[in-house]
């Protein structure tokens, strides 16, 4: 059996250096739990930033998964295929919207929103040709490719990839009168996450996201929220636009929508809207494929049936009691809404990165996000005995020196 530092060491020759994990091999993971390759087992509380909300290896979405494997997982979309129908049908229904676009990866879906949404612009909004704009917000993350990084405002996203796409007009999350003064008659949407989970779990003042849907109505442009990482129950409701009942014309999903199995990823949106797409403008080769149907499907009945939404409203608020109550040197802010919670470390005091070494040492998984905050964000499927396994430990790496 090879050791973790082993097979690190045997990677770092032939994996590229865009990340710098944690120094743990996983080889097996159910439910909340990972167990590494020298049998290790730690409680996972940064669930793949949402991707593992059900849970490692959830059974019924591992029977869908073999049992649709075991018949067809891929075929072209120069064909149908019998589960479309079926998981789009669910999907549109769970996230009230008419009618759906089958992805991959969050990226992907993304880019698919702004395709749109441009064509939108120009061909029902008569925007003059080319000169579309989307209003993003500072301190965004939608993914990794050259379109979405060309509105990141993150230099370290950017650095030497350029030259970017022009088109993208970025303003300050929560300010709505920056909203309201940065649209012109070429704005054809605002693109937005509900939280913004990488920068933080970075809360909006309440009623912003209300507001902005108000403005976004009486200036007659689109509203596209980004619900990859926020959505399928992670806030405690089955979007986090529920909470202040707003309707995006597109909700972009991805994550937890592969069940925690593949990627899978989808636009949802209203019919006007979607229908600017036709034959030829726009697609993907894995898109929409059977496997991922299938598993999309059961991982959308999982969250319904399990009452993920309710235990996540539930056990965040728990989680969030207990942190507010714990004695710590270290933490300057803590929030967060449902099991989505981001602690906030004083540099000064120590790291965020130690005090997750520090917890990983301690069989806790967690990772800190733009150096000075930790994201604790358990599957939802987490139990309160579970949960209070991982906070045992969080609360004395957190209260003592380590
Ligand atoms: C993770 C994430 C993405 C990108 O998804 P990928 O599957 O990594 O391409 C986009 N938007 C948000 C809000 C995310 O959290």
Same mark, same amino acid.
């Given at each position: 059996m090879p050791t973790n530092a082993e097979l690190i060491a045997r990677e770092d020759y032939v994996n590229a250096r865009n990340y710098n994990p944690i120094p743990v091999v996983i080889s097996r993971g159910e439910g909340v739990w990972l167990w590494d390759v020298e049998g290790k087992r730690y409680l996972d509380m940064l669930s793949a930033y949402?991707?593992?909300?059900?849970?490692?290896v959830h059974p019924r979405i591992l029977k869908a998964l073999t049992q649709q494997a075991a018949l067809v997982s891929v075929c072209s979309r120069a064909v149908h295929q019998d589960?479309? &129908?079926?998981?789009?049908?669910t999907l549109c229904r769970v996230v009230g919207q008419d009618k759906a676009l089958m992805m991959n990866s969050g990226a992907e879906a993304v880019e698919t929103a702004i395709k749109v949404v441009r064509r939108y612009g120009y061909q029902v909004k008569g925007i003059p040709s080319n000169q579309a704009e989307i209003i993003v917000m500072s301190g965004n993350f939608h993914g990794r490719t050259m379109g979405i990084i060309s509105f990141s405002s993150d230099e370290s996203y950017k650095k030497d990839f350029g030259p970017f796409l022009p088109g993208f007009k970025i303003i300050p999350f929560g300010d709505i009168d920056a909203l309201k003064a940065a649209i012109t008659p070429n704005t054809c949407a605002v693109l937005t996450e509900p939280i913004q989970g990488e920068a933080g779990i970075i809360m909006p003042p309440d009623g912003w996201l209300k &507001?902005?849907?108000t403005v976004c109505r009486a200036q007659n442009v689109l509203l596209v929220v980004d619900e990859i990482q926020s959505g399928l129950c992670r806030t405690g409701r089955m979007l986090a636009c529920d909470h202040e009942e707003v309707k995006p014309d597109i909700v972009i999903l991805g994550k937890a929508l592969g069940g925690g199995f593949l990627p899978v990823s989808a636009i949802a949106g209203k019919c006007a809207v979607i229908?600017?797409?036709?034959?030829?403008?726009?697609g993907s080769t894995f898109g929409g494929n059977p496997l991922a149907t299938a598993v999309g499907k059961e991982a959308l009945d999982v969250l319904i049936d399990e009452h993920l939404a309710k235990r996540?409203?539930?056990l965040g608020a728990y989680l969030l009691e207990r942190l507010h109550a714990m004695q710590s040197p270290y933490v300057t802010a803590i929030r967060g809404r449902g099991l989505w919670v981001g602690v906030d470390i004083d540099p000064n005091q120590i790291t965020a990165h130690d005090l997750c070494t520090a917890l990983m040492h301690k069989g806790v998984i967690a990772r800190q996000t733009h150096k000075v905050t930790i994201r604790l964000a358990p599957p939802l499927v987490i139990t309160k005995d579970e949960l209070d396994w991982a906070l045992k430990r969080i609360e004395k790496v957190f209260s003592t020196t380590t």
């Open positions: 949402s991707s593992i909300s059900h849970g490692y589960k479309m &129908a079926d998981f789009l049908e &507001a902005v849907e229908d600017v797409l036709d034959p030829g403008s726009h996540s409203a539930e």
